[in-house]
């Protein structure tokens, strides 16, 4: 299919744009009025991901207020693991809980590898009736969580502000840890894959936690691995032309390492500044970012400003997307992002 505004696929290129492209982490979410509407209506999270008429509708809700330049699938980092059979629930006000945990060599072996096909069907049905509905209009992204981001989570049992049983894992068993993040690489390539041939046209790694670790071990249990997913997809005739973006909050100390990944873009967040990370990386990648989530509770005129340094900070310079450093926040003001995109595309006028 033929995609009508090929900003982002441009940018991911580094050829020339007339405005940079624009999408937002979590622009599909709970900010948003009828995204709630729905969540009720689905009675719960996982109900919602799964069904894929409900993420196909949820996925494209913050297109038809805005004039975003790409859609992102509607899902959770955490599928795979639920289709591995860790029993996968989320609980209202405490976010995602485990059944099991993986402690041992034995987990890790007793996992089983998720058949897309099958296990993970329902991800596929909802990229497809996405793309149905979209008809070419902008590119939509897949994703998945990296092997470090989503093995803390398998190890932890749930969400933790800072995941010390993943972390103690790499000191005391680093060998049940190697284990697990390479049974994650092969699941989280067929998954992609999947996505891929489903009908995506760019996918993402969101390695939220990356930043957690050391910058040695970052490059040894997150980056690695991270590394090994991108070479798998590059090195397949069917996934090969799908450009790959890695996001790592909290690890632009290692920049220059992850812009040698093989990725065509490099997600940034707000702790740094753009002008500098581009300077490290030259035009070896796309660079992605890096708007404070923050900026988006004050006043369109702010928010409007913030977009305007950012863009002088860049310049004339190709392979930016313009983004939040992270995930939009739940009570974000409406108006708020609608300043942020008309921002970005005021460039062309």
């Not at 008429?53 to 996925?59: K, Q, S």
């Not at 007793?110 to 069907?121: C, G, S």
């Not at 691995?225 to 590059?234: E, G, R, S, T």
Request: net charge neutral.
């Amino acid at each position: 299919m033929k995609i009508k505004n090929t900003r982002l696929l441009q940018a991911l290129k580094l050829e020339p744009v007339d405005v940079p492209p624009v999408w937002l982490m979590r622009q599909a979410g709970r900010y948003l009025p009828e995204y709630r509407e729905l969540r009720t209506k689905a009675k719960n999270f996982l109900n919602l991901c799964q069904t894929p008429e409900l993420a196909m509708e949820v996925t494209l809700q913050p297109l038809k207020r805005f004039d975003l330049d790409a859609a992102i699938l509607f899902s959770d980092i955490l599928t795979i693991p639920h289709a591995m059979g860790l029993g996968l629930s989320f609980q209202e006000g405490e976010g995602p809980q485990f059944a099991k945990r993986i402690e041992t060599i034995k987990d890790v072996e007793a996992l089983p590898i998720p058949d897309t096909e099958n296990a993970l069907n329902y991800v596929v049905q909802a990229v497809q009736l996405i793309q149905q509905e979209l008809n070419g209009r902008v590119p939509l992204i897949g994703f998945a969580g990296s092997p470090w981001t989503v093995a803390c989570y398998m190890i932890e049992g749930s969400g933790h502000k800072n995941f010390i049983t993943a972390r103690k894992m790499a000191y005391q068993a680093p060998e049940v840890l190697h284990a697990l993040l390479t049974k994650l690489v092969v699941a989280t390539t067929q998954y992609l894959k999947g996505q891929i041939l489903a009908g995506v046209n760019v996918v993402m790694l969101f390695d939220t936690w990356g930043g957690l670790l050391t910058p040695d071990y970052y490059q040894r249990f997150s980056l690695s691995y991270m590394k090994q997913i991108v070479a798998n997809l590059k090195a397949d005739p069917q996934t090969a032309h799908i450009p790959i973006i890695l996001f790592s909050k909290g690890a632009s100390v290692n920049l220059e390492a992850m812009a040698q990944s093989g990725a065509n873009g490099l997600g940034i967040d707000w702790t740094v500044s753009m002008r500098d990370m581009r300077a490290r990386v030259g035009n070896k990648v796309c660079l992605q970012g890096n708007l404070d989530p923050a900026v988006l509770f004050s006043t369109p005129q702010i928010v409007q400003a913030t977009v305007r340094q950012l863009l002088d900070e860049w310049g004339a310079h190709p392979g930016l997307i313009v983004n939040l450093g992270h995930g939009i926040e739940q009570h974000t003001p409406i108006e708020n992002v609608e300043a942020l995109v008309e921002a970005v595309h005021e460039v062309k006028r």
